[in-house]
């Protein structure tokens, strides 16, 4: 077991999921699909550090497909759906309930399932 690679398995999710928190609060600042909104797209800090996140996560996935072959690499992108509600409830305020909770424990175990088969 190689610690950084497996790492990097959890990791890029987790930069997704990141990203997708940056767009989000990008959104507050976007009122329709003009040339206005786009300038003040252009230099919003949110924006633009979600898409260097983007870039380096599509780097790291490369990294990650050399090491793990793609049906057991992909695997761990399922655990966005666990991430991004965490994120969106600690930084946003959404709420998270339940049922979130318990299909969150099956995302996890189901990534646990299909990895060791």
């Known amino acids: 077991m190689d610690i950084a690679k497996d790492a990097a398995l959890i990791m890029l ?18 009122d329709a699909a003009n040339m206005a909104s786009l300038m003040k797209l252009s230099v919003n800090g949110y924006f633009i550090l979600a898409l260097v996140l983007y870039g380096a996560a599509t780097v790291a996935w490369v990294y990650v497909l050399r090491h793990f072959p793609l049906n057991k690499a992909y695997l761990f992108m399922g655990l966005t759906f666990v ?3 965490l994120l969106s409830y600690l930084f946003l305020k959404e709420p ?3 049922r979130y909770l318990a299909g969150a424990a099956f995302i996890i175990f189901g990534i646990w399932l299909a990895r060791a088969a």
């Open 83 to 85: 991430f991004v509600p």
């Open 13 to 30: 999710p987790l930069v997704i999921a990141i990203g997708q928190v940056l767009f989000k609060l990008t959104s507050r600042d976007v």
């Open 96 to 98: 998270v309930n339940i």
